[in-house]
């Protein structure tokens, strides 16, 4: 178990599931953008949601590829819970699976995935986790599938710290009102949400360009960043090789 999932509680889950749709910039778009650049898997491919929470993604990922599976992974009982419950009109194509991401256990899979994704999660893992991961997602991959990450990256200078700062909280609040749900921008506050106005050392983003080389180096190919806002970045790359 990673330090950050040690100091995640399922407080912070029901607090998620609550006010998740506040605190996220642009989530339906985030979830567009994902499922947009994962290429279209073969019928009855499987895809893995790391750290699925309540299933937002996986839903998205569910609707965008009906003949796909889905798998969403969380070390939160809440979350996988919430997610079951949310996603049961899916049937057998939805499942999950209790884990932890800095572990190598679950990298480890009968049947390769086709797109392994994840949502406001990887930064957790320091430069060395998040390198591991991508060189065993890498290998776990079947060929012409995908890993696709939406996370918070570390801005290389003070000026991208602040405007992450600000663009951040200019978009709960605007969702907040926007909602007619001004709580839940006190609420934002009030948890110390945001990364860039309240540093936690357990919170481990990296610089979207080193991550890039990364999954370079992991063997990964059209490697890019297809959106960034608020600190909030979607990137990610192909397994070359036909399915």
Do not use: N
């Not at 029901?14 to 006010?19: S, T």
């Not at 895809?47 to 969380?74: K, M, N, W, Y």
């Not at 797109?115 to 065993?136: I, P, T």
């Amino acid at each position: 178990m990673t330090e950050s999932e040690q100091d995640w509680t399922e407080q912070d889950s029901a607090d998620f599931i609550a006010y998740g749709k506040y605190f996220v910039p642009d989530r339906e778009v985030q979830a567009d953008v994902v499922t947009s650049v994962v290429p279209r898997p073969p019928a009855g491919a499987r895809i893995l949601d790391l750290c699925c929470g309540q299933g937002r993604l996986s839903e998205a990922l569910l609707r965008a590829f009906p003949e796909a599976h889905v798998t969403g992974l969380d070390i939160s009982k809440t979350m996988l819970s919430s997610a079951e419950q949310e996603l049961a009109g899916f049937g057998d194509r939805f499942r999950t699976e209790q884990f932890d991401l800095g572990a190598a256990d679950w990298r480890v899979r009968d049947e390769a995935p086709w797109a392994v994704v994840s949502s406001l999660a990887v930064h957790h893992l320091d430069a060395e986790g998040k390198q591991r991961l991508f060189a065993d997602t890498h290998r776990m991959l079947r060929p012409g599938g995908a890993l696709v990450l939406a996370d918070l990256i570390d801005p290389t200078g003070p000026l991208g710290v602040e405007l992450a700062r600000r663009m951040w909280d200019e978009s709960v609040r605007r969702q907040s009102e926007a909602a007619g749900a001004p709580e839940a921008y006190e609420k934002f506050h009030e948890l110390q949400w945001s990364h860039y106005h309240y540093p936690d050392p357990l919170d481990r983003p990296s610089p979207l360009g080193d991550q890039l080389q990364w999954l370079r180096e992991a063997g990964f190919t059209q490697v890019d960043a297809y959106w960034m806002k608020a600190g909030h970045a979607i990137f990610g790359g192909i397994k070359q090789g036909e399915h």
